[in-house]
């Protein structure tokens, strides 16, 4: 009889007495699939009816896909699941229908043609999948991910756990030889075109061997006129979805209008180079090439190598169009003015530029153009080492679902995470989109700078907690990108080192450092920006006798200069670095100002001072000569802006 249940639990067929037909059979057989739902007959089948999904034909699609991208070394061809542009859902009219199946293969087509090109054939692609997505394929394929308390993806970056700037490879091309430095304190050790295409299809063909593959494309750049379009090609779920995060994210309107990349990574970073090629030095190799604009990478899984690869292309191609590229954070006030913070790692960067009163522009990568500063990332990848809500609240609450935690310490049962443990690395990270940032400024983008703030940690404890600069000196502290590692952080450092990277990031320029220096110092005059020194390191004595800045103080010297006390303060003059330190900031102990009156020890206190100025003078010799972007007399001037002994 009808609905009386099947020895399996599940209602019989309702009898109609005969088969129904017509219009008014399909309206029966309708309703009887709403009485009485389709159940699963196995797992596969349950899985299957778990999530919705608009129903469409994607015949057409395999088989262009198929086309394009089959590979004669296996039977069956590619399957590309796509997270379709909304507004390409097949429509029912068969006219509309057509049209919509010839936009989907043309837009497909036009998507790997280039992948097909350089031989990669991949049997699954998984193209601009969602968050969700992501950390369902990476909790499901990657071993070492899991879902902290916070809601945040924790995972392993494998061996690596930092970035390997002596394996960067640049490529020597006729177009761009004469632009890039090479050399001495160069970050570009030169590789020639014929290995990198060696160790591109390596790559590619570590890639092929592979069952599925990731592929992201999105933005580098929220000014719409210096926006550049990025394809990433990799194997992790975990590094598709960094990349989601670090890069600007297209909507559905701009994927669909993507077309081909300007520049695209292919990362089979756990694959190893072959030590034995050509310019390699180790079975790790990053490579750029600005003529095919490809970058390859293999040995290394860390997430980093890609956003950096991103700066360092835009640290080329933006000042050929006149924007100064800048490894900074930025924020700005209600009314307006915009701020840059540049400093390494460890020098309060990313901390003081999240202020919870100034909204965020970014916190590490910007142009200045004529229109004023743009963020080059649609993410943040913050430092998580002792990480605490009382001190970084902004960045705290940003780790939540979406961000990517790398190689932290957490509890099996309550998955709370430890930031204080460095077991596996001092550098572990949270990347997260600029969107988890409550007060971020969305588009990134904001008016020329009003102040520009350098940061170093001085771990020797002799330079000031802040300085005005005048333009000159403001050029050579640029060039200079002063900071300290303290005793312990790394293997074999025993008391201060003194570490000095150019431009604040030498990692990743790509043109000498005075190209960038003169270009801030025109900028600088030209829009009448403030320029100041902040040291957050210590002072008293060097690290191990004297004591670091309070984040409090260096808050409020901060504060001080965005309300403009400190552009009307008096100064006095510091000697042998012939910096001008303010006799007075609100909420600041006024002995910390000068350091040598927190020295109990007067005559080391000049001793260690003069140390770090023959530190400053060394590594500005292979700047002396102005690199070819600024004259004699300038290059002059900027020297004669540093200590003098």
């Avoid at 008014?24 to 009485?36: F, I, T």
């Avoid at 071993?143 to 002596?166: D, E, Q, Y």
Wanted: net charge negative; aromatic share 8%; with cysteine.
């Amino acid at each position: 009889m009808p609905g009386v249940p099947t020895s399996a639990g599940a209602p019989a067929p309702i009898s109609t007495g005969k088969m129904a037909t017509g219009e008014k059979g399909d309206d029966l057989r309708r309703l009887v699939n709403e009485a009485h739902p389709p159940r699963a007959a196995d797992l596969a089948e349950l899985h299957s009816l778990q999530k919705t999904r608009k129903e469409r034909d994607d015949t057409a699609k395999t088989a262009s896909l198929t086309a394009t991208l089959k590979s004669g070394a296996r039977e069956v061809g590619p399957r590309v699941v796509v997270r379709e542009p909304k507004h390409l859902y097949l429509p029912q009219s068969p006219r509309s229908r057509a049209a919509a199946e010839e936009e989907q293969t043309d837009l497909i087509k036009e998507m790997f043609h280039e992948m097909g090109d350089i031989g990669l054939k991949p049997v699954v692609v998984y193209h601009n999948l969602s968050v969700p997505e992501l950390y369902e394929h990476a909790l499901k394929y990657e071993p070492s991910t899991h879902i902290v308390a916070s809601g945040a993806l924790a995972t392993l970056s494998g061996a690596k756990t930092g970035r390997s700037p002596k394996d960067k490879r640049v490529v020597r091309e006729p177009d761009s030889e004469a632009d890039i430095w090479w050399g001495a304190g160069s970050p570009n050790y030169e590789m020639d075109e014929r290995t990198f295409i060696l160790n591109r299809e390596r790559a590619v063909d570590y890639l092929n061997t592979l069952d599925r593959l990731y592929v992201f494309d999105g933005f580098a750049g929220w000014d719409t006129q210096a926006r550049f379009k990025i394809r990433v090609v990799c194997a992790r779920p975990y590094h598709a979805l960094f990349m989601n995060n670090m890069l600007i994210r297209p909507t559905e309107d701009e994927l669909h209008t993507f077309g081909a990349p300007d520049f695209t990574i292919y990362n089979g970073g756990a694959f190893p180079a072959n030590r034995y090629t050509s310019y390699m030095t180790s079975s790790t190799s990053i490579d750029v090439s600005l003529k095919h604009k490809e970058m390859v990478i293999l040995g290394t899984q860390y997430a980093g190598e890609m956003k950096k690869g991103v700066f360092s292309l835009m640290n080329y191609v933006l000042p050929k169009m006149g924007i100064l590229s800048l490894h900074s954070g930025c924020n700005e006030g209600k009314d307006g003015d915009v701020t840059l913070f540049f400093g390494l790692s460890g020098t309060g960067k990313t901390t003081l530029s999240a202020d919870p009163h100034r909204p965020l522009i970014g916190d590490d990568e910007h142009g200045w153009s004529d229109r004023g500063v743009f963020n080059i990332e649609g993410g943040c990848y913050a430092k998580a080492i002792g990480l605490k809500e009382e001190n970084e609240p902004d960045i705290f609450h940003a780790i939540k679902f979406g961000c990517i935690l790398e190689n932290v310490v957490f509890d099996e049962e309550t998955r709370s995470v430890d930031y204080d443990t460095s077991r596996i690395t001092e550098n572990t990270r949270a990347s997260y989109p600029i969107e988890h940032i409550e007060n971020a400024k969305i588009p990134c983008v904001g008016g020329h700078p009003k102040n520009i703030i350098m940061l170093c940690c001085d771990a020797f404890g002799v330079l000031p907690p802040v300085a005005k600069l005048t333009k000159e000196q403001a050029m050579y502290y640029f060039i200079s990108g002063y900071t300290a590692k303290v005793a312990g952080t790394e293997q074999g450092v025993t008391e201060p080192e003194a570490t000095f990277s150019a431009c604040f990031g030498s990692a990743f320029l790509m043109w000498h450092p005075t190209k960038y220096a003169s270009m801030l110092a025109e900028k600088v005059e030209k829009h009448g920006a403030h320029v100041w020194l902040i040291n957050t390191g210590w002072t008293g004595g060097p690290y191990g006798v004297g004591y670091r800045f309070k984040l409090r103080h260096t808050r409020a010297i901060v504060d001080a200069i965005h309300s403009g006390e400190l552009e009307a303060a008096q100064y006095e003059t510091m000697p042998t670095f012939n910096l001008q330190v303010p006799k007075a900031v609100s909420n600041v102990p006024a002995e910390v100002l000068l350091p040598i009156n927190c020295w109990a020890d007067k005559e080391n206190y000049t001793k260690t001072l003069s140390h770090l100025a023959e530190l400053f003078q060394k590594n500005f010799k292979k700047f002396e000569d102005g690199g070819g972007h600024v004259t004699a007399e300038e290059a002059h001037q900027i020297l004669a802006a540093g200590p003098t002994l």
